[in-house]
């Protein structure tokens, strides 16, 4: 038989092609039984707000009483805040507040973080609750059973870096919200208890009415010789966006001791605002 060098060339580009057919094939290199991996859903927030023009100027002028007692051009400046400095819009931002009056300062703060998990199998939902439960751990709220030395204004002075505990006129201690000692129930001669602090509800605590979870902290600190400041933080979670809320109030008076019960409503309302906000 003859060789037909034509003919041979054909054969192995036949042969070559079959072999290979199934690099194209999408199912080609599949293994039966392999498990299908599902990403984790994402979370409910993909931007973030603005953050100097999430609070009202009508509830800027309620937090901010001093800025009412200026020249036109410095309230605006004083309403128009300052934005925190970021590096990503979409993944963390903040805006800063503050008035001064001759009976006293304050200071308005709110920061938005949303958490975003890198993890195909951990929602972003789960990670903000990660992040969220951290935060909660760290202030240290005081449980159910009875408070602990750390907490504050429960029934401890507190300190900032390089100042030292003190009492306000009349021997209460400072770490009580508004000034009042912030004993736990006492026993009556009968056995039963009887609450004998009556701004208990004035305590660090969760909230159980403000997002999926959250928690207000309130602590008076003095450093040095200056006067007592309070500073209420409200946190909150909703799904994969984490809201802080810092309200501190710092009297012109030595002796004078900010009101609790005042800052934590105010925060506590603005912290609610926030979220009725991101919710629309």
Known sequence: MAYVPGVALLV?????CSAGSGAD????????GSPTVTAAPPGKYRTLPESCSAVPRS???DLLPGAAELPEDQQEKVYEGTATVTYDTDRKVGCRWKSDAPD???????DFERVVSYDPSVSDDDRAREVYTKEEEAADLPTASGATPSETPSGSASTSAGGSASAPAGGTPSGSPSGTSSAGPSADPSGSTTDADPDADLRPRLLDD?????????ALTRAGSTAQHRTVSVVFRTSNVIVTVHYTEQPAGVTEVPD????????????????EALSD
């Open 12 to 16: 192995a580009l036949v042969a070559g």
């Open 59 to 61: 509830t800027l002028k």
């Open 210 to 218: 403000l997002g999926d979870a959250a928690f207000l902290d309130d």
């Open 104 to 110: 006293a300062s304050r200071n308005l703060s709110i």
């Open 260 to 275: 609790s019960r005042e800052l934590q409503e105010k925060a506590q309302a603005l912290a609610r605002n926030l979220d």
């Open 25 to 32: 094939d999408p199912d080609a290199d599949s293994k039966p």
